[in-house]
């Protein structure tokens, strides 16, 4: 078949789950990292031909795209603050409003030195973008998931940065065995309540670990997060948080009453997204 003709099967057979551009991005971005074929090589070729195991492949990929898979998946490579991260389901993809709350950090920390910890690592993508944009710091970062850990440790390894990781359950430690000048995390946060509203690419893809709380104690890792920080932040050290939108003042009352100053700060959407927090 020719890889034209394929294109306008994705275009058919995806039109009620993405705009066309969307689509035909999707395909172009499969067509290279499968078989290294780009756009301009098919718009300079159209009549380009795919073997049989190609159309195979991008027959199993037009599957999973109609199962709501997202595409990240499928390439498992994802970008974040201009960097190239891999993913695998063990991670959360890194969103856009991640990058904006490690911008924060690097704004405020350009000219720091001393120790980052990022609670929650995932894919890695907050401690290594922080590894590369703040070179005078050292990062360590922890996760609860072995498989998670594997995918952010080849992520250091491919983006060339130093970042120590270990494998911990925040909401059993008492210590962090060290203070810290900077405590970051993105923990779960999605209420089950809130799981009717999500997008099924989220919903069926992404790692449950990641991202769900109880409703009746949605607020758990923010508790836990900052209780130890009270104990491990250096005292000029700032506390920093991607926060649930629907939950930005209730969590900022939260870590006030166990010490803190908070700035909540919207992200690009004008949604509460982030907050801030140091000593009183
Ligand atoms: C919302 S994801 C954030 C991932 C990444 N930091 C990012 O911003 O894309 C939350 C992460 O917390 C981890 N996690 C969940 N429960 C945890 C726990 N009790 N202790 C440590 N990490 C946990 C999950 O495995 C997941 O990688």
Redesign the pocket.
């Known amino acids: 078949m020719k890889i034209s003709s394929f294109r306008d099967r994705f275009r058919e057979q995806l039109q009620s789950q993405y705009a066309v551009q969307e689509i035909d991005s999707i395909f172009y971005l499969l067509t290279e990292n499968y078989f290294g074929i780009k756009r301009l090589d098919l718009a300079l070729d159209p009549s380009a031909e795919l073997d049989e195991n190609q159309e195979k492949q991008l027959e199993t990929a037009l599957e999973r795209l109609r199962n709501a898979e997202p595409v990240q998946y499928l390439t498992g490579k994802s970008e974040f603050f201009g960097m190239d991260f891999e993913v695998s389901h063990a991670?959360?993809?890194?969103?856009p409003e991640?990058e904006e709350l490690v911008q924060w950090i690097i704004d405020d920390q350009a000219d720091a030195h001393g120790d980052i910890l990022?609670?929650?690592?995932?894919?890695?993508?907050?401690a290594i973008a922080l590894a590369k944009n703040l070179p005078k710091m050292s990062v360590q970062a922890?996760?609860?998931?072995e498989a998670?850990l594997e995918v952010a440790s080849k992520n250091v390894e491919n983006n060339q940065v130093s970042v120590q990781f270990r494998k911990?359950?925040?909401?059993?430690i008492e210590d962090l065995g060290q203070e810290f000048d900077v405590i970051v995390?993105?923990?779960?946060?999605v209420r089950e309540l809130e799981k009717a509203s999500m997008r099924p690419n989220v919903l069926e893809h992404e790692?449950k670990?990641?991202?769900y709380v109880e409703d009746s104690n949605a607020l758990i890792?923010y508790h836990k997060i900052a209780i130890l920080a009270r104990k491990h932040l250096k005292k000029n050290g700032a506390l920093y948080f991607?926060i649930n939108q629907y939950l930005g003042p209730e969590t900022s009352n939260l870590i006030q009453e166990i010490g803190f100053e908070t700035e909540l700060k919207k992200d690009i959407f004008g949604n509460d997204r982030m907050i801030k927090a140091t000593f009183k």
Not at 91 to 95: A, H, K, S
Not at 118 to 126: A, H
Not at 185 to 189: A, C, K, M, Q, T
């Open positions: 991670v959360l993809i890194p969103r991640t990022d609670v929650g690592t995932g894919s890695g993508c907050i922890i996760d609860l998931s998670a911990d359950n925040i909401l059993e995390s993105n923990p779960p946060y790692p670990m990641a991202l890792f991607e």
